[in-house]
């Protein structure tokens, strides 16, 4: 505050505490600071202390080789990255105590392009500190608008910054920061790359409920997760069974590829009255009303678990899309786009409900490629 501004009632501009004045109750400056404006000096900066590389050019140059070894090992782990991409069979497992089984790969990649983007962060953190400018500077306020000469003076500011980095002089620190960054570069472009490559429908149609998986015989339905058979008799009208195939119980005594299997085989079986089924395809691949349906959200891929006995409507919890089982599972809220692809179903001769055939459809959210 300078000599000229006044101080109004409720404002200290001098981060005193405010008091309130005792006739209207309104708040005002203390008498002291509105009559000794410069009440509190200006503590000024520190004195500016020198480190050892400002200095010592020996020091100077162990942290630039310091810094080149961040960004150098940096590479190294971005190699390692690259290399396990290619490397590391897709189906690899390994035991993670208090985890369970990992995908050997993805652990490896997580590992190593996280400790490659680590490393360039600790890199540049430390040339930070002990090589570029730690001079203080005070920078006065001024206008928002910037005439053509303070945007000259911020280029100038910024030619300066970069010039107190050091980079230019130090060949070894750009290049090796050139190269880390460029490697990093790499997988992310795999990655993205990898991602959105053209999408095999057939393949998101294969689920393990493809008789071909059992030898050629239908599927039995199992409860999820005691993966015991269900009779059809066991069925009982608005009763609602979360199931699995058969064919789950190989990846389970196996132990591997369980959760891949799980998440595209996930099945909801209800059973209504039949009269109320208004879709001829849904209720004859049905048997006496009961229906069974893919669990996985054609929105983004949630688990629909909640069935509504009363309205016959199945909820996905996530962003609340909203199926009709009476009519053949059509979205009728919410942002799902395509009905929930239904799964043919049968009785074999012992009593228990089976999958004569697999999906028709892919199961889970839509892409692009699709038809519908
Ligand atoms: S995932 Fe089901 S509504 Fe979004």
């Not at 009269?275 to 004859?284: M, N, S």
């Not at 629909?304 to 909203?322: A, K």
Request: aromatic residues 6%; negative net charge.
């Amino acid at each position: 505050m300078n000599d000229h501004e006044t101080t109004e009632p409720g404002q200290t501009g001098h981060g005193a505490a405010l008091v309130p004045a005792a006739a209207d109750g309104q708040e005002t400056l203390p008498a002291s600071l509105v009559t000794d404006p410069d009440h509190f000096a200006n503590p000024g900066l520190p004195p500016h202390v020198h480190r050892a590389a400002d200095d010592n050019p020996a020091a100077a140059r162990r942290a630039e080789r310091q810094v080149a070894t961040m960004f150098g090992l940096s590479m190294l782990f971005t190699l390692v990255f690259l290399v396990s991409y290619f490397a590391i069979p897709d189906e690899a497992t390994f035991f993670l105590p208090g985890i369970g089984r990992a995908k050997t790969q993805n652990v490896v990649l997580g590992l190593s392009l996280g400790f490659a983007i680590f490393l360039i962060g600790i890199g540049a953190v430390h040339w930070a500190k002990t090589l570029m400018s730690d001079v203080e500077m005070v920078e006065e306020r001024h206008a928002q608008a910037s005439t053509l000469e303070q945007r000259a003076k911020a280029v100038a500011t910024v030619n300066e910054g970069v010039a107190s980095t050091q980079v230019n002089r130090r060949p070894l620190i750009k290049y090796s920061l050139g190269g880390a960054l460029g490697l990093f570069a790499l997988p992310l472009g795999l990655q993205v790359a990898g991602s959105l490559g053209p999408v095999n429908v057939e393949e998101l149609k294969h689920t393990i409920w493809d008789p071909k998986d059992n030898g050629g015989k239908p599927i039995r339905l199992m409860r999820d997760p005691e993966m015991t058979p269900i009779r059809l008799d066991e069925v009982t009208n608005g009763s609602v069974f979360h199931v699995m195939p058969e064919t789950l119980q190989k990846y389970l005594d196996e132990g591997k590829g369980v959760l891949e299997a799980k998440a595209k085989a996930a099945v909801i079986l209800m059973r209504l009255d039949p009269d109320l089924i208004t879709v001829p395809k849904a209720r004859d691949w049905g048997v006496d009303g009961v229906l069974a349906y893919s669990k996985i959200c054609t929105h983004v891929g949630c688990a629909v678990g909640l069935y509504e006995q009363q309205t016959h409507h199945l909820l996905c919890p996530c962003h609340q899309s909203t199926f009709d089982v009476t009519q053949d599972c059509k979205v009728i809220f919410g942002p799902a786009r395509r009905p929930l692809p239904q799964l043919k179903i049968t009785v074999d001769d012992a009593g228990y409900l089976v999958a004569p055939q697999g999906f028709m459809e892919p199961v889970g959210p839509s892409f692009w490629e699709r038809a519908r």
